[in-house]
């Protein structure tokens, strides 16, 4: 069996349901980790035998609290503070045997696509969050691009508005999404774009106790597109063909997921860049070796999909995708059940 341990005194259970925890990072902090890792006898993450990779996607405060302004709530109206409970237990459980953690960091800017101030109506006023904008509503003028905003985003208002109708008629041809005007979110230097509390305490004290860097990806700052997937956006070019600037794909975070042992993936929302990323790194891992899938472990529990009550529910999504990448060759798990007992396990 797996070596396991128990919980660090620091951590509180409460922490995981109050938006406003911040860590303690003080020299305290680290001489209890480093105290923690002598008594237990915990060798660095370099040396693993076993590369156990955990990929963290989005868990931010926006997120992951009901006073966050696009909490993932679920159906049960507690499922990001339930999930990332689940999460940073797992990593407590696990210390000695998690090589490294890598955590996405959703990023954006006032001026993007899916947020109000890029579209006015006939009125001349901006969509109200949470409205759907298709290619047909700007084709017959109820919706249009701003032109107040052209020029910072780098186009006249005339190629800006055909970039965005570009945009539209691509989501809705890959049948995935129409475009959603969300709230605004994760916005670079605000609080909400910051991790949460509990699991940026539990990241930063398995960085300390195993040596790992644990480093951070940061994706969806493209005015463009929107940016669910950690690996590619939703769309890469102008309308006339030339590249988006920085929507690539991400080839070097999926080189280092492929070489790992075993890849869990945790974070939110599971019905939008969790599930996202995941098809994205499917098609990756399938166009090399459909071997490799097996090695890929959703944990359900440590995720939510998103539910807007009255508006939009994509639970339903989420399970249907979820079963899709069982049957492609994925594990979807729970965090409560010893990794030693998860379907294709190789722990050497």
């Not at 969300?182 to 909400?192: A, D, R």
């Not at 940061?218 to 102008?238: A, L, N, R």
């Amino acid at each position: 069996m797996m070596k396991t341990f128990d919980f660090p005194k620091f951590y509180l259970v409460n922490n995981n349901y109050n938006a406003d925890f911040a860590p303690a990072m003080n020299e305290g902090f680290q001489k209890y980790a480093q105290e923690f890792k002598r008594l237990n006898r915990i060798a660095d993450s370099s040396g693993d035998k076993v590369k156990i990779r955990i990929l963290s996607i989005d868990n931010q405060r926006d997120f992951n609290f009901p006073s966050g302004s696009l909490y993932v709530s679920g159906r049960s109206g507690q499922g990001a503070m339930d999930a990332q409970r689940n999460f940073v237990e797992f990593i407590y459980r696990y210390l000695g045997s998690i090589t490294d953690i890598i955590s996405t960091l959703d990023t954006h800017f006032l001026y993007q696509i899916f947020f109000p101030p890029c579209h006015i109506d006939e009125q001349g006023e901006f969509p109200a969050p949470h409205t759907i904008i298709s290619s047909d509503d700007y084709k017959s003028g109820k919706y249009r691009a701003n032109p107040d905003i052209a020029e910072e985003l780098k186009l006249n208002p005339k190629a800006l508005q055909k970039q965005f109708i570009y945009y539209m008629e691509q989501l809705e041809n890959t049948g995935k999404y129409q475009l959603m005007i969300w709230p605004y979110h994760c916005l670079l230097g605000s609080i909400g774009h910051a991790l949460s509390g509990v699991i940026e305490e539990a990241i930063r004290f398995h960085s300390l106790v195993r040596g790992s860097l644990n480093r951070f990806e940061i994706k969806g700052s493209s005015p463009y597109t929107e940016h669910y997937s950690i690996f590619s956006p939703e769309v890469k070019t102008f309308f006339e063909g030339t590249p988006l600037p920085g929507c690539g794909t991400n080839t070097s975070l999926i080189k280092t997921l492929i070489s790992s042992d075993v890849v869990i993936i945790v974070g939110e929302a599971s019905s939008h860049c969790v599930k996202e990323s995941i098809q994205d790194f499917l098609a990756n891992i399938k166009s090399q070796d459909e071997e490799l899938l097996k090695k890929v472990y959703i944990m359900k529990d440590c995720m939510a999909p998103v539910v807007i009550p009255g508006i939009a529910d994509f639970t339903d999504e989420a399970e249907k995708a979820f079963s899709q990448f069982e049957s492609e060759g994925m594990h979807v798990v729970d965090s409560t059940t010893p990794i030693e007992d998860w379907p294709d396990i190789k722990l050497g």
